[in-house]
């Protein structure tokens, strides 16, 4: 199995707060990639990185923010959490943007309340 | 604009052959993936096509329709551990980051 890791696994919030979750890889891996998943929806890309502090946003940024420092450490940031983005998050990473598997995290489940 | 179709839901029995569709209109492609996805569990990779045509390997099958926009992940000899979630993706011609489709739950009964 890659090694990639997630943390916190689990998290409950508030409405308003800022959260932060943390996705770490030993793989050496270029290429991270954030990820929600919401029944209904699959797996939808909230923004990816292509090396450090080099990063995009995917097709549900809004709301989030990302950075990386660091080659093995993508964080994603909400920063005034709202119910809507009660999901789960997976990490992903590729070590090039044609491999041809990403590898994912085993996931946080955030709940905002 | 991107759209990628899957079946919600399919049942199948145990040791019989079961297959799953896939159908996309993307502005582009290089490349479509199969995932399997345990209830509570990360997506793991089973196959990759960006050629026409099948890819075997082992139980499963993938095969490819560039010209049809079509994909289907062939399951045989079913066994319980595959009842799971089913993710067909695609990655568009820039590459990195894939577009899914919402997964197809499949339940394999005795």
């Known amino acids: 199995d890659a090694g990639i890791t997630q943390s916190p696994r689990h998290k409950v919030t508030e409405t308003g707060t800022p959260v932060t979750l943390r996705c770490h890889q030993t793989e050496n891996h270029r290429y991270m990639y954030w990820y929600r998943q919401d029944p209904g929806h699959g797996l939808r890309l909230i923004h990816y990185?292509?090396?450090?502090?080099?990063?995009d946003k995917g097709e549900v940024s809004d709301g989030y923010s990302v950075s990386r420092s660091k080659t093995e450490d993508f964080l994603l940031t909400l920063e005034s959490a709202t119910s809507s983005q009660t999901s789960v998050y997976f990490c992903?990473?590729?070590?090039?943007?044609?491999?041809?598997?990403?590898?994912f995290g085993p996931g946080t489940r955030l709940t905002v309340t | 604009g991107q759209n990628i179709d899957q079946p919600t839901e399919m049942t199948a029995t145990e040791g019989a052959i079961v297959q799953i569709n896939c159908t996309y209109q993307t502005s582009g492609f290089n490349g479509l993936f199969w995932y399997q996805q345990h209830a509570g569990e990360a997506p793991t990779f089973l196959s990759y096509?960006?050629?026409?045509g099948l890819e075997e390997k082992g139980r499963f099958s993938s095969f490819l329709s560039r010209s049809k926009g079509y994909s289907y992940l062939l399951l045989k000899e079913l066994q319980m551990k595959d009842s799971a979630s089913y993710l067909c993706?695609?990655?568009?011609?820039?590459?990195?980051?894939?577009?899914f489709g919402q997964g197809t739950e499949l339940s394999v009964k005795p």
């Open positions: 993706a695609v990655r568009p011609p820039e590459g990195g980051k894939l577009i």
């Open positions: 096509n960006v050629l026409d």
């Open positions: 992903a990473i590729s070590e090039t943007p044609d491999m041809n598997e990403q590898y």
């Open positions: 990185s292509y090396g450090v502090k080099d990063t």
